[in-house]
Structure formats: structure tokens, C-alpha cells
């Protein structure tokens, strides 16, 4: 079976299904997704199959490196921008009928759900393991060749609260940071549930796919802010500015919005404060069918 034509069509075998034939992009961006591993078998004829993983040319070095910590997060980013890339896809296309668009929700909420828990049930958890082997590999390192390894990771739990902080996928809810400055920060994928952030600075931050369910945003500038896929259910967004911000995708069923200055915001399939999904093409505002 080739593997390198840009023209092969593959069936895909999982769970007892098949399904295709698909090209070669789309067998790539499958594997990054998850949603179907390097175990899945793959046919061109549907009479000769074999695991996924035996096409080197189908499978991206991120998902081969999504073993070890600093491979997991750029794993989890990677499904941000492979999911982003679907969506303009989708945008160029024609325009789907409100079920398929309601579909596409749903997998995308699944597929921030995913985002998360993958982030926080490997990422998290295999650091526990690596610190160990890390702490006992740097040692022998500088201990013959005095050699001092780059951080595994750019995110850091433990960080100080201040410009340009990278707490992605970091549980930290509940924190107070009122009147901060707080612009340029990378929180994907974390946690902030009931968090105070009362004034603050957060312009031109990566919130995308954070859950800030119930957190305090009043008169906080969030402007230019990516916060596409983010959970902002009973937050409180009373006078803050949301200017030139991305919330596609983003929830705030039961938000209070009340003062809050939202021109050039993009709210394209966003769940609005009262449950209803916004249209593509809202900016400024919940476009609503009537």
C-alpha cells in the first residue's frame, strides 16, 4: 500500500466499523484530534490492513512525542490549532443547515472537554512521575559535564502572578488577583473556577478552552483576548472590556454582561446568557435565529 501519494484514499477500522475512504491530511489530522490512535487499522483495498503506525508518513512527530510532558502540551496544542483549522474550512464553505451547526458544537465542546481532561490526566499526572527521573538525569549532568537543561516545560503552576505568566492547565481556582496586571498570559485549558480577577489587566492573554465558571471579571480589560471554546457559565462580566476578543464557542449561560463593552468581540457559536447559540458572523453581539 502507498503511503506517499498525495492522491491515497484510505479506509479507516475501528470498533468494528469501516469508514472512508479519507486522504492522507485527514488520516493526520484524525491522529492529532484522537480520534482514532496509532492502533487503528488502516486499508487502501479493504482486503490488507495494518495499525496506523506503520505509515510514518501519516502520523505527525506530536503525536509520536506525546509520551513525555513537554511532548502532551504541545500535543494539547496542536488540537487547538488542528480544531481551528476546521473551523475556517467549515467558514469557506457552504452554509450548513442549524442541525449541522448544532452538531458541530457539540464535537467541538467534546472536543475542548478532551482538550482539558487530556491536558490535566497526562500532562498532570505524568509530571508527578518525571520529576524523579529529571531530578536524578540533572544531576548526572552536571555532575560530568556540567550541563544545565532548558525547563521541560514553558508552563509553571508555581509562577507569580504577572504579565506574560504561563499557567496552562493549572488548577487555580478560586485565586484572588484583583487589580493586576495580568496582559500577555497563557492559561488554556485551566482552571479558574470562582476566581476574582476584579479590575484587572488580562489584554491580549490565551484564555482559550479555561473553565471560569461563576469568576469575577468586573471592570476588568480583556481586550483582544482569545477565549474561544472558554467556560464563562454565572461569571460575573459587569463593565469589563471584551474588545477585538475572540469568544467563539465560548459559554456564559447566565453571564452578567450588564456595562460590559463588547465592540469588535466575535461571539460566532458561543452558548449566550440565556442558552441560546449565537450565529456565525456575530460580532459585537449574539446573533440569534428568530
Same mark, same amino acid.
Given at each position: 500500500? /502507498?503511503?506517499?501519494?498525495?492522491?491515497?484514499?484510505?479506509?479507516?477500522?475501528?470498533? #468494528?466499523? $469501516?469508514? #472512508?475512504?479519507?486522504?492522507?491530511?485527514?488520516? /493526520?489530522?484524525?491522529?492529532?484530534?484522537?480520534?482514532?490512535?496509532?492502533?487503528?487499522?488502516? /486499508?487502501?483495498?479493504?482486503?490488507?490492513?495494518?495499525? *496506523?503506525?506503520?505509515?510514518?508518513?501519516?502520523?505527525?512527530?506530536?503525536?509520536?512525542?506525546?509520551?513525555?510532558?513537554?511532548?502532551?502540551?504541545?500535543?494539547?496544542?496542536?488540537?487547538?490549532?488542528?480544531?481551528?483549522? /476546521?473551523?475556517?474550512?467549515?467558514?469557506?464553505?457552504?452554509?450548513?443547515?442549524?442541525?449541522?451547526?448544532?452538531? %458541530?458544537?457539540?464535537?467541538?465542546?467534546?472536543?475542548?472537554?478532551?482538550?482539558?481532561?487530556?491536558?490535566?490526566?497526562?500532562?498532570?499526572?505524568?509530571?508527578?512521575?518525571?520529576?524523579? $527521573?529529571?531530578?536524578?538525569?540533572?544531576?548526572?549532568?552536571? %555532575?560530568?559535564?556540567?550541563?544545565?537543561?532548558?525547563?521541560?516545560?514553558?508552563?509553571?503552576?508555581?509562577?507569580?502572578?504577572?504579565?506574560?505568566?504561563?499557567?496552562?492547565?493549572?488548577?487555580?481556582?478560586?485565586? *484572588?488577583?484583583?487589580?493586576?496586571?495580568?496582559?500577555?498570559?497563557?492559561?488554556?485549558?485551566?482552571?479558574?473556577?470562582?476566581?476574582?480577577?476584579?479590575?484587572?489587566?488580562?489584554?491580549?492573554?490565551?484564555?482559550?478552552?479555561?473553565?471560569?465558571?461563576?469568576?469575577?471579571?468586573?471592570? %476588568?480589560?480583556?481586550?483582544?483576548?482569545?477565549?474561544?471554546? %472558554?467556560?464563562?457559565?454565572?461569571?460575573?462580566?459587569?463593565?469589563?472590556?471584551?474588545?477585538?476578543?475572540?469568544?467563539?464557542?465560548?459559554?456564559?449561560?447566565?453571564?452578567?454582561?450588564?456595562?460590559?463593552?463588547?465592540?469588535?468581540?466575535?461571539?460566532?457559536?458561543?452558548?449566550?446568557?440565556?442558552?441560546?447559540?449565537?450565529?456565525?458572523?456575530?460580532? #459585537?453581539?449574539?446573533?440569534?435565529?428568530?
Amino acid at each position: 500500500m /502507498s503511503q506517499n501519494s498525495q492522491q491515497a484514499r484510505w479506509y479507516v477500522k475501528k470498533n #468494528g466499523r $469501516i469508514q #472512508g475512504p479519507f486522504p492522507n491530511q485527514l488520516i /493526520s489530522s484524525y491522529l492529532i484530534l484522537g480520534r482514532i490512535d496509532l492502533e487503528c487499522e488502516i /486499508s487502501q483495498d479493504q482486503a490488507n490492513w495494518a495499525p *496506523v503506525k506503520n505509515f510514518r508518513a501519516l502520523v505527525p512527530d506530536v503525536v509520536l512525542n506525546a509520551g513525555t510532558p513537554e511532548g502532551a502540551r504541545a500535543l494539547m496544542l496542536a488540537r487547538v490549532r488542528e480544531d481551528e483549522r /476546521s473551523a475556517r474550512g467549515e467558514a469557506d464553505g457552504s452554509v450548513e443547515r442549524r442541525a449541522e451547526e448544532d452538531q %458541530a458544537i457539540k464535537l467541538h465542546r467534546q472536543l475542548r472537554d478532551d482538550i482539558r481532561n487530556d491536558y490535566h490526566s497526562r500532562f498532570q499526572s505524568n509530571w508527578r512521575y518525571w520529576v524523579p $527521573i529529571l531530578v536524578v538525569a540533572t544531576g548526572i549532568i552536571l %555532575a560530568f559535564i556540567f550541563y544545565r537543561p532548558a525547563p521541560v516545560v514553558s508552563s509553571d503552576c508555581s509562577a507569580p502572578a504577572q504579565p506574560g505568566v504561563d499557567w496552562s492547565g493549572c488548577n487555580k481556582q478560586g485565586v *484572588v488577583l484583583s487589580v493586576r496586571d495580568l496582559s500577555g498570559s497563557h492559561w488554556a485549558a485551566g482552571r479558574f473556577n470562582e476566581a476574582n480577577f476584579m479590575g484587572s489587566k488580562l489584554d491580549n492573554s490565551d484564555l482559550s478552552y479555561a473553565n471560569f465558571t461563576r469568576a469575577n471579571f468586573q471592570q %476588568a480589560s480583556l481586550q483582544r483576548v482569545y477565549l474561544k471554546g %472558554a467556560v464563562l457559565d454565572q461569571a460575573d462580566l459587569q463593565g469589563a472590556s471584551l474588545a477585538g476578543s475572540d469568544l467563539s464557542y465560548a459559554e456564559l449561560t447566565g453571564a452578567l454582561l450588564t456595562d460590559a463593552k463588547l465592540n469588535g468581540a466575535r461571539f460566532d457559536h458561543a452558548i449566550w446568557v440565556n442558552g441560546e447559540v449565537c450565529l456565525a458572523g456575530s460580532v #459585537g453581539e449574539c446573533l440569534q435565529a428568530r
